[in-house]
Antibody
Framework: EVQILESGGGLVQTGGSLRLSCGAS????????LTWVRQAPGKGLEWVST????????HYADSVRGRFTISRDKSKNTVYLQMNNLRAEDTALYYC?????????????WGQGTLVIVSS | EIVLTQSPGTLSLSPGERATLSCRAS???????LAWYQQKPGQAPRLLIY???SRASGIPDRFSGSGSGTDFTLTISRLEPEDFAVYYC????????FGQGTKVEIK
């Protein structure tokens, strides 16, 4: 059974940093890309960032490029999202999801999310 | 970047009725890389359809997807009480984008 569990969310001041973690199990971790998607309160889904299966290729939404960094640790079956210079508009529930493919594809399994609140 | 526009914003229907949700892309979607997700309040999104028309594992056959190019449709043939939710379309080509969502509510 595929399981995805996010952690690391919390309350942070504007300009601060936070690192989210996403632990995954139930599939061959090294064969699938993983992604972060966020949802601001009462709003729709926004794709944030994706890392390829091998970790060598990363993609970012324009809204976070240069501030967020995605990475993965195959020894821990974990993906990270390092978020720096946080803004109020980064406040959202952050979901981690598994992609159907190694470098792309749709999001076939999702975690339950971790909440990030950025406040001054 | 492909922009996806979903319509209507809200669909008010009764259980047993047919729901038709639209997703229009700003440019042609390569290889029909179009997915649909369902999200209920307080829950994570769930994959329903990928490749425009393929049902994900465990999805009931009352859900169907169709379309190509720039126009795509999600149809729920007969609404069950558990189908009232928000539905998002997504393009998954070189990058990923979501539509703004359609809420299917009980009339």
């Amino acid at each position: 059974e595929v399981q995805i569990l996010e952690s690391g969310g919390g309350l942070v001041q504007t300009g601060g940093s936070l690192r989210l973690s996403c632990g995954a199990s139930g599939f061959t971790f090294s064969s699938h890309a993983l992604t972060w998607v966020r949802q601001a309160p009462g709003k729709g889904l926004e794709w944030v960032s994706t890392v390829s299966a091998g970790g060598g290729v990363t993609h970012y939404a324009d809204s976070v490029r240069g501030r967020f960094t995605i990475s993965r640790d195959k020894s821990k079956n974990t993906v990270y999202l390092q978020m720096n210079n946080l803004r109020a508009e980064d406040t959202a529930l952050y979901y981690c999801a598994k992609l159907s493919g190694s470098g792309g594809g749709f999001f076939d399994y999702w975690g339950q999310g971790t909440l990030v609140i950025v406040s001054s | 970047e492909i922009v996806l526009t979903q319509s209507p914003g809200t669909l008010s229907l009764s259980p047993g009725e047919r729901a038709t949700l639209s997703c229009r892309a700003s440019q042609g979607v390569t290889s029909n890389y179009l997915a649909w997700y369902q999200q209920k309040p307080g829950q994570a999104p769930r994959l329903l359809i990928y490749g425009a028309s393929s049902r994900a594992s465990g999805i009931p056959d009352r859900f169907s997807g169709s379309g190509s190019g720039t126009d795509f449709t999600l149809t729920i043939s007969r609404l069950e009480p558990e189908d009232f939710a928000v539905y998002y379309c997504q393009h998954y080509g070189s990058l990923w984008t979501f539509g703004q969502g359609t809420k299917v509510e009980i009339k």
